[in-house]
């Protein structure tokens, strides 16, 4: 299918009817751009997760996991600047009262002005001009900016007043950056050292939307990497060049996808270069899928100020004493997922147009389930049923009995998965079952005995390197 009859809706409407997502608190009417995983999409999940943990962790020497709590000391915040400044320029229009984030619909309505290096009253001198018209309503007329706080705020132990107040994490990274010390001393490292976290992140963001691109709960895939100050270039470089190996991993069409060098106006001042990639999203449009940024020492330096603990690092080469600098490649793993979905999915025309299959054609590796066995008959449900046993020991599996086989086909098909097992008539007899495989339809028989080790085979050789 071509891209332009791609439909972001029509995409996440079948997310939505196969199992991939489920609204949220659905059987109380919903919550407000809430969304949760269903069986479909939290294999998706993992599959993504193993993935990049191979890339970025297993395969770069330097780096570690660590898992920090989502809940901290609320110093942490105030430390970085969060408390202070990661707030989101809020107006509501004075007639229909809706609400938009002022920058957001500048941005929209005059592209050529440079809202991110406009302060609060440039932008409020743009909204009060009158050029500016409410999207919902037409007028223009919107009151002052208020600067909305966009952490959760929420309460430890059993008192709910202010020393008891504290924030959900707005981003996985600073977990990272005050556990340096620790893993430096607990993993015996010298420099360079990543280290590496994936988690949930919480920000209360006041225009949500388009499906899973914008929540309030997401969840990241973050890298902290400390090095010498003065190698910054070749570590971005470095971590550019990966990033761009793992999106091909992903196997998301390459003219799909964008770096995006951000220009200095857009840098924050302690930043020398940022470079976000970018997925050009059906019906939306480009929209950032993770950033790499260069940091200095610009986080450490103020937990190293805030906590009065020494964060430097001491060379036991060169005995120099620094405060390592970072480069920081941040990816929203939701937003990875919405673009794999987007760029799977395909309405194929069969049999010149007459008919039609859904497809969703992921890196075999990624798919949700790997393998489908399904009995020809009813009749061979307890004979097939053992093969399932078989390869789930090795893979995700499916075992599907309803339907014509055609029907069943067609469903994996519209779910991703890359191999479907049939045990027909012949089975018993030869000892092989016929494999199907999603992409080509082509099949083959091969026997029970091999099944794991051909699915085996199969993954490494459909696997981008
Ligand atoms: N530590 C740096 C940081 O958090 P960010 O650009 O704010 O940087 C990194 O976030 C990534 O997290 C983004 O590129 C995006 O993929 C994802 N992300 C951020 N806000 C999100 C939201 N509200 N919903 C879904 N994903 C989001």
């Not at 919550?31 to 970025?56: C, I, T």
């Not at 497809?359 to 389930?369: G, I, Q, S, W």
Request: proline letters at 4%.
């Amino acid at each position: 299918m071509a891209e332009k009859e791609k439909n972001f809706e029509e995409v996440t409407t079948h997310l939505i009817t196969s199992g991939f997502v489920y609204q949220g608190s659905e059987i109380y009417g919903g919550l407000s751009n809430s969304w949760d995983y269903g069986p479909l999409g939290a294999l998706l999940k993992n599959h993504v997760k193993d993935l990049w943990l191979r890339h970025f962790v297993r395969g770069i020497e330097y780096n570690v996991q660590i898992d920090p709590a989502i809940i901290m000391n609320p110093k942490v915040w105030m430390a970085t600047g969060h408390v202070a400044n990661f707030h989101d320029p809020l107006v509501d229009c004075k007639y229909c009262h809706s609400r938009y984030r002022a920058d957001q619909i500048i941005h929209e309505q005059k592209p050529e002005l440079d809202v991110d290096g406009m302060t609060q009253d440039q932008l409020n001198d743009v909204m009060q001009s009158g050029e500016i018209l409410c999207p919902s309503c037409g007028k223009h007329e919107f009151t002052p900016i208020r600067q909305f706080q966009m952490m959760f705020k929420t309460f430890i132990g059993v008192t709910e007043d202010k020393q008891s107040e504290v924030y959900l994490r707005p981003e996985t990274a600073q977990g990272i950056f005050i556990n340096f010390k620790n893993v430096l001393r607990t993993t015996r490292r010298k420099l360079p050292v990543g280290i590496v976290d994936i988690g949930k992140a919480f920000r209360n963001e006041i225009t949500p939307g388009n499906f899973t691109f914008r929540t309030r709960e997401f969840e990241q895939m973050e890298i902290e990497f400390f090095f010498k100050p003065g190698e910054d270039d070749k570590w971005f470089e470095f971590y550019k060049e990966n990033c761009k190996s793992f999106v091909e991993k992903l196997g998301l069409r390459e003219e799909k996808v964008r770096f995006r060098d951000h220009e200095p106006a857009e840098l924050a001042f302690y930043s020398k270069a940022t470079t976000d990639i970018e997925y050009d999203f059906p019906t939306m449009g480009w929209g950032e899928l993770m950033g790499i940024a260069c940091r200095s020492d610009y986080d450490l330096g103020r937990h190293m100020e805030s906590s009065s603990q020494d964060l430097t690092y001491l060379d036991p080469e060169t005995n120099e004493k620094y405060i390592p600098h970072v480069v920081e490649p941040s990816f929203g793993l939701d937003r990875l997922m919405l673009a794999l979905c987007c760029d799977a999915y395909e309405v194929e025309s069969l049999k010149d147009g007459a008919d039609s299959r859904i497809v969703m054609h992921f890196a075999p590796e990624l798919a949700p389930y790997t393998v489908a066995v399904m009995p020809l008959s009813n009749k061979l449900v307890d004979e097939a049923k053992k093969v399932f046993d078989q390869v789930r020991v090795d893979y995700d599996a499916i075992f599907d009995t309803t339907g014509s086989i055609g029907k069943r086909y067609r469903r994996e098909d519209a779910i991703g998965t890359p191999l479907c097992v049939c045990y027909d008539f012949d089975s018993a007899n030869d000892g092989c079952v016929t494999v199907r495989e999603r992409d080509s339809m082509a099949q083959e028989r091969i026997a029970i005995a091999d099944l794991n080790e051909y699915i085996h085979k199969f993954l490494k050789k459909n696997q981008v390197k």
